[in-house]
């Protein structure tokens, strides 16, 4: 079963701001990242429950998941949640600017 991804509005604008604040820097690694990122988040449309379980998952009584993106020191963490009600499948919620934070897709 393909799952349907969907970004949380926080989520959407995070990205965005963390892509404009590496292109600020350098333009082609800025567009590698933000590509890169954007499809393993896309990958977990075929499998998204091979990730692992979040740590808050059970605090916020949520089937959250967690996925790690990048190499140190710059490791991002999207955070996402597996809805098998929808027919679509996947989604997101939110997202941190802070490495190793970034939250919010919804599959």
């Known amino acids: 079963m393909a799952y349907h991804i969907e970004f949380a509005d926080r989520a959407a604008r995070d990205l965005e701001a963390l892509y404009v604040e590496k292109s600020a820097a350098e333009f082609e690694a800025a ?29 916020l009584r949520r089937e959250l998941r967690h996925v790690l993106y990048g190499k140190k020191p710059h490791v991002y963490r999207v955070i996402f949640e ?26």
Do not use: F
């Open 31 to 59: 567009s590698r990242w933000y590509n890169g990122l954007e499809e393993a988040v896309y990958a977990l449309a075929t499998y998204p429950n091979r990730c692992p379980a979040a740590p808050e998952a059970r605090r």
């Open 82 to 107: 597996v809805d098998e009600r929808r027919s679509d499948g996947v989604g997101a919620h939110g997202s941190s600017r802070r490495k190793a934070e970034t939250q919010g897709v919804r599959c």
